[in-house]
């Protein structure tokens, strides 16, 4: 977090909640939100990161609190919104970020677990934050703002070997486009951004080393690289501030043209 960042605060007294925000993409828009401002609630499965989140949030003067949340169960999720609205007062913006990728069978071949397990997370998870979520905002004079976290693949692009992923990020894409629609006249604005590879674990192959990812994208990638969590987390903010009041539905690919 820098101090010009901090100085911007257009989340300044806002309380913003970013599910699975111990690694990654999600701890990368937690720290954002927290430098403009926002108390900060990170949420997931595994504490201890969620934990490190919060250290490196308050390391930086910001604030935070680590909810551990299951987003497949809808009583975790009740208890994290209400916890947030305890602790900070409202819940003004919602990133919805949880999400798995089983991926190398074709779809024949896929294990019904791994098919459930995707689709659960992934899908499910985000319908059950988006519905805890909504209900809150929706009691709120000031509204809120909710942002998905999808994916190039499904809706945008298709590649073997990823096929449940891909079914399951292109319908958070449909749901946020109708949930978009039931809840703007709610004051709630709902809106997805779509990462491709970005500089996580999440995008590189098997045994594949950083090295060599990098390598590999200087050819798949028209930008010729991974995109950085803090592109995505730039994307999202923009997304929950006023700057994006017209924003609706909006589905912000941020693939370095791998899509295009």
């Not at 101090?3 to 828009?29: D, E, P, W």
């Not at 919805?96 to 995707?118: I, K, Q, S, Y």
């Not at 934050?129 to 499904?154: D, F, H, K, Y």
């Not at 749901?175 to 978009?180: F, M, S």
């Amino acid at each position: 977090m820098t101090s010009n960042a901090t100085s911007r605060g257009r989340f300044a007294a806002q309380t913003a909640l970013v599910t699975g925000a111990g690694t990654g993409i999600g701890r990368a828009i937690a720290l954002a939100f927290a430098a403009e401002g926002a108390n900060v609630v990170v949420a997931g499965r595994t504490e201890a990161s969620l934990k490190e989140t919060v250290r490196l949030i308050e390391a930086a003067s910001g604030t935070a609190l680590a909810v551990t949340t299951d987003v497949t169960r809808a009583e975790d999720l009740r208890t994290l919104v209400e916890t947030a609205v305890g602790r900070f007062g409202s819940l003004d913006v919602a990133v919805n970020n949880a999400g798995v990728l089983r991926g190398g069978p074709a779809v024949a071949d896929l294990p019904e677990d791994d098919w459930g397990t995707v689709v659960d997370t992934n899908l499910t998870g985000v319908f059950l934050a988006l519905r805890a979520e909504v209900g809150q905002m929706r009691t709120q004079p000031s509204g809120g703002a909710i942002v998905n976290i999808s994916s190039n693949l499904g809706a945008h692009l298709s590649v073997p070997g990823l096929t449940a992923y891909s079914a399951s990020k292109a319908a958070v894409t449909a749901l946020t486009r109708g949930a978009a629609l039931d809840h703007i006249q709610d004051g709630v604005r709902i809106n997805a951004v779509s990462p491709g590879s970005t500089q996580t674990t999440m995008s590189m192959r098997p045994g594949e080393t950083e090295a060599e990812r990098t390598e590999r994208m200087r050819s798949e990638a028209p930008v010729g690289r991974t995109s950085t969590t803090a592109e995505i987390a730039a994307a999202v903010l923009y997304l929950a501030s006023s700057d994006a009041a017209s924003a609706v539905g909006t589905d912000l690919v941020v693939d370095g043209g791998s899509s295009a």
